[in-house]
């Protein structure tokens, strides 16, 4: 009998720091967001760092393999975008999408206080 009471509590406690972890790391949430790519650091020194007046600069950094990011127009939250098939060889496939409006579902986390949108798709906005 002793011996199931410790056999519960130990297990109680396992599954209550799995808990603890898991709310810890943050389940990710799938969103859909809709704003502008800008360049990640740009923006991050002067939220001016954006648009058609901007977007020369941008690609030229994303090129060199740089962070990109994406303002929500609706929030005004910037999101780190993340996804190794979208940032790959120095983010290629979002450069054209760079000081555009675009929708972008993904998944968000957060690391280190900043949010990180993992890109699912990315498609112009209409």
């Not at 760092?49 to 020369?56: C, W």
């Not at 740089?66 to 303002?71: E, R, S």
């Not at 127009?73 to 999101?79: C, H, N, P, R, S």
Request: charged share 25%; with cysteine; hydrophobic share 45%.
């Amino acid at each position: 009998m002793r011996q199931h009471v410790w056999i519960a509590i130990v297990l109680g406690l396992a599954l209550g720091l799995m808990g603890m972890e898991r709310a810890t790391l943050g389940l990710a949430q799938e969103v859909t967001v809709v704003g502008e790519i800008v360049d990640w650091n740009c923006y991050r020194k002067d939220a001016k760092n954006k648009g058609a007046a901007h977007r020369t600069c941008a690609i030229n950094c994303a090129k060199t393999g740089a962070p990109l990011g994406i303002v929500d127009e609706k929030t005004g939250a910037l999101y780190r975008l993340a996804g190794e098939s979208w940032t790959a060889n120095k983010n290629e496939k979002l450069i054209p999408f760079v000081a555009e409006r675009v929708v972008i579902t993904g998944t968000v986390t957060e690391k280190e206080g900043e949010k990180v949108l993992t890109i699912l798709s990315v498609e112009k906005a209409k």
